[in-house]
């Protein structure tokens, strides 16, 4: 409904079908001022207000200068004002002579003279039709996103659209942001326009991405200023700057402390002849940038990378091969996952550990070590995708070894190893579980029957006694199958020639690709056993 307001001797027309100005009646006893809309608009209310800086056609008081800018149809140049070649409002007078102004009586804002919006915190029709810009209702007035909340808004009322636009008042999909928007927890922006956790390094590329359960920053990217650059043909010591990298990894890994983060981002070239130590309640990542090599300290009997005392340490694309005293990596009291990581040729163990530790191999190998390829007491290890092969010379040696720990593994190849007892895989109070895997060794039975407890289906075994069900028996390991052992490459050769194809049953929560990047049959269809799928 429009109402007339009689404004002493001022002539106004007002509301939403006659939009114009108030008029000076000079018959008028009281000194009315003119509306803003008939005087300098915006700058007249900056002048005159400094509270309410913008004129709006749709408000009868204070000049009509109000706090916000108003609709466009409330705006001098927006919409039709109804006014005559004189500017003179076009709504007739009374008989009196003294002019009218037509309101909204539906209650407008006294800070907009706009109706108050109905549809609380959301996108509201009415705010839309009046204003594309202000499009969002918030205590009963239409605001833009960005006074609405910005990002935080955003992303709280639709997840696929989480930036503010502040031009266009909207919310938008973060690839369609002209600001980061994907921070923090949330640092990936997907293709559906969602921000979401990291769940690989390659997603934080100037850095890494904080990817275990038991880390407290978990999908998190490490911050740019945690990043420390090494290149061993850099000249010494070096900044540790990408453009003045330093020298030594040694040397960089001596000054982390406790409660640190920070990333390594290692050059490969000359093979690194030294050793890292991370002691300590710190997060640690490795990446490695062209496939760099550590041996090890020439003369010191020690490991090449030793992480304990609760650290939380990530390596990824770096080969530890050839440390002549002794084992490639150690892991005590603390969780360590290696992504892409090959651990060959070292005098002792691949991975080894003497206090329990949580251990997740994911597309790697540890091939050719002496002693033998992994051991895990009384902690948790995690095989997917996994190369352990023709570790061990005899004696006390084997592929893998579990004492009273768990061990889930995953679509790997355990193979060629060669121990005292069972070849490849030992267990001593053992659980956990076994599945679309290949173990053989040298000699038969390479799956100690102290292994029972794990949960077993749709493997590959040299050992009859573990045959039946889903899990079947083949020959023992012969190196013609696989493309080069010693290295750790255990891609098959002439795959329809060995018998390892329709064993491996995906399920969901499972790798969908193998050591490669080659596709699983999923939906029910069988595969092949191991790293490899053709």
């Keep these: 409904m429009i109402l007339g307001l009689r404004i002493g001797g001022a002539i106004c027309t007002f509301g939403l079908l006659a939009l114009g100005g108030c008029k000076v009646d000079p018959g008028g006893s009281m000194g009315f001022q003119e509306h803003c809309s008939d005087l300098q608009g915006d700058l007249t209310c900056r002048a005159a207000y400094t509270d309410r800086p913008h004129c709006s056609l749709c408000e009868s008081n204070n000049q009509g200068c109000v706090v916000v800018p108003p609709a466009l149809i409330c705006q001098i140049d927006g919409g039709t004002t109804g006014s005559d070649d004189e500017g003179e409002s076009s709504s007739s007078s009374d008989s009196t002579g003294e002019g009218t102004v037509a309101v909204d009586s539906t209650g407008a804002d006294s800070t907009t003279g706009e109706p108050p919006c109905e549809v609380e915190g959301e996108l509201d029709p009415g705010c839309l039709e009046l204003d594309p810009a202000r499009p969002f209702c918030i205590d009963a007035v239409c605001v833009g996103c960005d006074a609405a909340g910005g990002d935080e808004f955003c992303g709280a009322r639709d997840p696929a659209n989480p930036a503010c636009d502040v031009a266009d008042g909207d919310c938008v999909s973060c690839g369609q942001a002209d600001h980061a928007v994907c921070e923090d927890g949330t640092p990936v922006c997907t293709g559906s326009g969602e921000c979401r956790a990291c769940a690989t390094h390659e997603e934080c590329p100037t850095s890494a991405c904080h990817l275990g359960d038991d880390d407290p920053l978990q999908g ?52 690194y002849a030294e050793r890292a130590v991370f002691t300590g309640p710190m997060t640690v990542a490795i ?42 990596i150690m892991c005590n009291a603390s969780s360590l996952r290696l992504d892409d990581v090959r651990v060959r040729g070292n005098a002792g163990w ?67 190893n060669d121990g005292s007892g069972a070849d490849g895989i030992e267990c001593t109070n053992a659980t956990g579980s076994l599945r679309n895997s290949i173990v053989v060794g040298v000699d038969p039975l390479s799956i100690g029957l102290s292994c029972f407890p794990l949960a077993m289906s749709n493997n590959a ?61 999923t939906g029910g269809s069988l595969g092949y056993a191991g790293v490899d799928e053709p």
């Design 220 to 271: 998190h990217c490490f911050a740019p200023d945690e990043v420390v650059w090494v290149d061993n043909a850099a000249p010494c010591p070096g900044q540790g700057t990408e453009q003045e990298p330093s020298c030594s990894l040694q040397a960089v890994a001596a000054t982390f402390e406790p409660e640190h983060n920070r990333v390594i981002r290692i050059k490969g070239g000359m093979p």
């Design 287 to 328: 990446i490695g940038d062209g496939n760099p090599v550590l041996t090890g300290h020439p003369v010191q009997q020690a490991v090449t990378l030793l992480f304990e005392d609760e650290a939380i340490g990530y390596v990824q694309g770096v080969s530890v091969d050839g440390n002549m005293l002794t084992h490639g």
């Design 350 to 416: 691949g991975v080894f550990d003497f206090e329990p530790c949580t251990l997740d191999v994911r597309r790697s190998a540890i091939a050719g070590n002496e002693d033998g390829g992994l051991r895990i007491s009384g902690g948790v290890v995690r095989l997917d995708n996994a190369v352990v092969a023709v570790n061990g010379l005899g004696g006390n040696s084997t592929g893998v070894r579990v004492l009273n720990a768990e061990a889930n593994i995953l679509y790997s190849t355990i193979a060629g």
């Design 461 to 521: 075994f040299d050992a009859n006694n573990f045959a039946g069900g889903s899990n079947i028996a083949v020959p023992p390991y012969n190196p013609v199958y696989f493309e080069a052992p010693a290295q750790g490459n255990m891609t098959l050769t002439a795959p329809p020639l060995t018998p390892y194809g329709g064993v491996a049953l995906w399920t969901m929560g499972d790798p969908s690709f193998d050591i490669d990047g080659t596709p699983r049959p």
